[in-house]
């Protein structure tokens, strides 16, 4: 049975930070992709960053970049995105997903599992 675990959300003030984590078990981590997705209340899921299986490639929607880190430990099969300078647009429900092809890939219908998501908030 394939387990993704996301933890690490929370409040935040704008500007602060936060570090998602994601343990996948169940499955050969090394071996998927990982992309983080996010979920506003009336709005409809969105791609926010991936990884490809060995870290080779990321990938980041534009309103993250150089704000947002993802990475992955494949020996601890836990992908990470680290969240900087954050804003009130922010604010969503965050996913992890994972993607049995092994790239970097921006669309949600790729992935075949997901976690069960962490809310953050961040208050301007």
């Known amino acids: 049975q394939v387990q993704l675990v996301e933890s690490g959300g929370g409040l935040v003030q704008a500007g602060g930070s936060l570090r998602l984590s994601c343990v996948a078990s169940?499955?050969?981590?090394?071996?998927?992709?990982m992309g983080w997705f996010r979920q506003a209340p009336g709005k409809e899921r969105e791609f926010v960053a991936a990884?490809?299986?060995?870290?080779?490639?990321?990938y980041y929607v534009d309103s993250v970049k150089g704000r947002f880190t993802i990475s992955r430990d494949n020996a601890k099969r836990t992908a990470f995105l680290q969240m900087n300078s954050l804003k009130p647009e922010d604010t969503a429900v965050y996913y992890c997903?994972?993607?049995?092809?092994?790239?970097?890939?921006?669309?949600?219908?790729?992935?075949?599992?997901w976690g069960q998501g962490t809310q953050v908030t961040v208050s301007s």
């Open positions: 990884i490809s299986w060995n870290g080779g490639r990321t």
């Open positions: 169940g499955l050969i981590f090394s071996s998927y992709a």
């Open positions: 997903a994972a993607d049995a092809a092994g790239s970097a890939s921006p669309r949600l219908y790729a992935y075949d599992y």
